[in-house]
């Protein structure tokens, strides 16, 4: 349903250097009901990481793929461990 000549989004990226869980809890309304989004793109820094999955496939949504950022893929060149870096998750709704 359009607001005011608006429609809901088709995907989101979500990348606030370390204030994503705050804005995913801001888009409860858009993920709970209605057309929800059909991709979410979210940077997941690792000391956040349990709480973001938690939040996002209790809205229904899960992961289908995850690639590095540029950094983290550097550094996981030179030897670091991958997931001590952030990285990008993509979600989609369940199908069931």
């Known amino acids: 349903m359009a607001v005011e ?8 990226k979500v990348d606030v ?7 995913l ?3 409860h309304a858009l993920l709970s009901k209605g ?5 979410i793109q979210v940077e997941i820094n690792p000391n956040q ?3 973001i999955m938690a939040f996002i496939q209790g ?4 992961p289908v793929t995850e690639h ?20 990008n998750v ?3 709704p369940h199908t069931g």
């Not at 250097?17 to 804005?23: F, K, P, Q, W």
């Not at 809205?59 to 899960?62: D, K, L, R, S, T």
Request: glycine share 12%; no cysteine.
């Open 68 to 87: 590095h950022i540029r950094k983290g893929a550097e550094l996981s060149a030179a030897g670091e461990d991958p997931e001590h870096h952030a990285y």
């Open 5 to 12: 000549g608006f429609f809901p989004p088709d995907h989101v």
């Open 49 to 51: 990481r349990p709480d």
């Open 25 to 27: 809890r801001g888009m």
């Open 59 to 62: 809205h229904g949504y899960v």
């Open 90 to 92: 993509v979600f989609k």
């Open 35 to 39: 057309r929800r989004p059909k991709s």
């Open 17 to 23: 250097d370390g204030n994503e869980l705050l804005i």
